[in-house]
């Protein structure tokens, strides 16, 4: 295998790659354009090196199948650490699904098979806006808005922002006043009915809320 095919290769998984990351960058999601990136150059790179090692031996389909297997075992260990579990809700099952993915495309890349690999990243992107849509049609998901006053603290709506995060809320807008001891913080989301049930009850827990008022 020469210089340049190498080359040529890793070059596709960055591009495939980004793209992916591309779209889950644009979702705010834990793992974005460079994560995926890396995941796609490093699973194709582990493909390339097999294809080296294993070079001119009868064992090369075997053992190439065992790196495969190897490559896709341990990007477990990376999804795993994008999914976070927090008052009965889980998030980043996706997330950690579009990394084992990447990591599968980026051993495509590395084998060879390169309008398989094109045609599985648009399946891949498609899936992930066209689904995405789908999801939130069917969902019915309202637009919520919340008015807070709160006593005054530089923590309180860091706070609130991770209490968002862990509920999967994702703020379309937020507004924050200081008036005395007091903050008022307004809150602008797309949510279902049931997450924003949650994510009310939580803030209710939360320390130094005084009012909610939603419309």
């Known amino acids: 295998m020469s210089i340049m095919e190498v080359t040529l290769k890793l070059l596709l998984a960055v591009a495939l790659g980004g793209l992916i990351g591309l779209e889950r960058e644009s979702s705010q999601k834990p793992a974005g354009f460079r994560t995926n990136i890396l995941i796609c150059i490093g699973s194709t ?6 294809q080296l090692l294993f070079q001119g ?3 090369i389909s075997s053992d190439m199948a065992r790196i ?3 490559v896709i075992a341990g990007i477990g260990f990376i999804g795993a650490g994008t999914i976070i579990q927090a008052k009965g809700i889980v998030i980043g099952l996706t997330s950690a699904a579009t990394l084992w993915v990447v990591a599968g495309l980026g ?4 084998a060879g098979h390169y309008l398989i690999a094109i045609i599985f990243t648009i399946i891949i992107i498609l899936t992930l806006v066209i689904f995405r849509q789908l999801e939130a049609l069917y969902l019915k998901k ?3 808005h919340y008015h807070l006053k709160t006593k005054y603290s530089k923590d309180t709506l860091i706070n609130i922002k991770k209490l ?6 994702k703020f379309k807008e ?13 809150l602008s989301f797309p949510a279902t009915e049931e997450k924003e049930q949650k994510f009310k009850w939580s803030l209710l827990n939360l ?9």
């Open 207 to 215: 320390d130094g809320i005084l009012e909610i008022k939603i419309d």
């Open 68 to 70: 495969c297997a190897g």
């Open 45 to 50: 790179m582990m493909m390339i090196l097999s």
């Open 174 to 186: 937020i507004t924050h006043r200081e008036e005395g001891n007091i903050s008022s913080i307004e």
């Open 164 to 169: 968002a995060f862990h509920e999967g809320i």
């Open 57 to 59: 031996k009868d064992t």
């Open 142 to 144: 309202s637009l919520y």
């Open 107 to 110: 051993l495509v890349i590395g």
